[in-house]
């Protein structure tokens, strides 16, 4: 006679295999109907799991993985403050890893994860069309949050920042100061945020009945060499813009080091707008307009997500999106304008 598997227990109950390898685990986070279930038909097929595998994922199983993609990036500090103490506050603790934008270095993590039975698994997706390592480990039953970018392919838990909304404001804001040559300083297009603070962008002129110029946009890849390339060819060629709106932190470091290597004054000769507000903001030589996001309680609510997927695996996938705020400083020319 075949031994009953997982697969077996799950099919009788009608569960997920995920859902019936937390009940062995004796997973604290599952509704008791559910547990019921699970425990009926082990008895009644007479399921015995591999004690070694149910040992290595008890211990465990107060592990959760959290890979994000720019470790060097300083939105990511808040961020992961925010999921330690989440956890921290749940008896929890997490494994930290950074992909570094690079996918061989993110499926090398991912198999980490697996490795080490982590509890559950948040991440930063490097490529939102290339997630098959990340669907493949879904598989296992390890359940994972999507944070600050989603995937094109699967259904999973994401907690978002409303980038579109974030970026509209923005360059709303430039136009309603009297800015009409407005460039853009974007991420990459497989990148969720990068094409949501484009679309963002996008929407803002065509709102104010304002021409997209396609000649004034760039994509860089969110990090500052790529701001400093970008804004340098942008005010050496041609028209330059009267404003720049910078999608990324780093970038718009790098924004601020070309406009000052060409003695280009801020807000004076071109504004500035940036995307992430960061605590030396207001402390440049012109305080910088930035758009503000919940990264504390963007890595809160990504461990709050996980917390909901242990609890009931069955569960429908949610997907929350945080909002974010225009902090008005020097740099976009308000100033000037009073």
Known sequence: MTRP????VAERAGVSNATVSRVLNNNPHVDDNLR????????????????????????SSNVIGLII???????????????????????????????????????MYLRVMEAERVAGLIIVPCHCNQADDILQLSKTGIPIILLDRVLVSGNM???????????????????????????????????????????GYRNALMAAGLPIDEHLIRSGDFKMESGYRLTSDLVTNGDPPDAIFVANNLMTLGTLRALRELRIRVPEDIALVGFD??????????????????????GQEAVHLLLRRLADPEAPYRTMTLQTRLVVRESCGAQLRN
Request: proline share 5%; hydrophobic share 35%.
């Open 5 to 8: 598997t997982i697969k077996d």
């Open 36 to 59: 019921s279930r699970v425990m009926e038909a082990v008895s009644t097929l007479g399921y015995q799991p591999n004690r070694d595998a149910r040992r290595l994922r008890a211990q």
């Open 69 to 107: 993609s720019d470790i060097q990036n300083p939105y990511f500090i808040s961020v992961i403050g925010g999921v330690e103490d989440a956890a921290y506050a749940r008896q929890m603790n997490v494994i930290l890893c950074n992909s570094n934008e690079d996918l061989s270095k993110q499926a």
């Open 157 to 199: 838990d994401a907690v978002l920042v409303d980038n579109v909304r974030g970026a509209q404001e923005a360059v709303t804001h430039l136009i309603e100061l009297g800015h009409r040559r407005i460039a853009l300083i974007g991420g990459p297009a497989y990148v969720q945020t990068g094409r949501d603070r484009n679309q």
């Open 277 to 298: 507000d960061m605590p030396w903001s207001g402390d440049l030589y012109s305080p910088l307009t930035a758009v503000s996001q919940p990264t504390y309680e963007l």
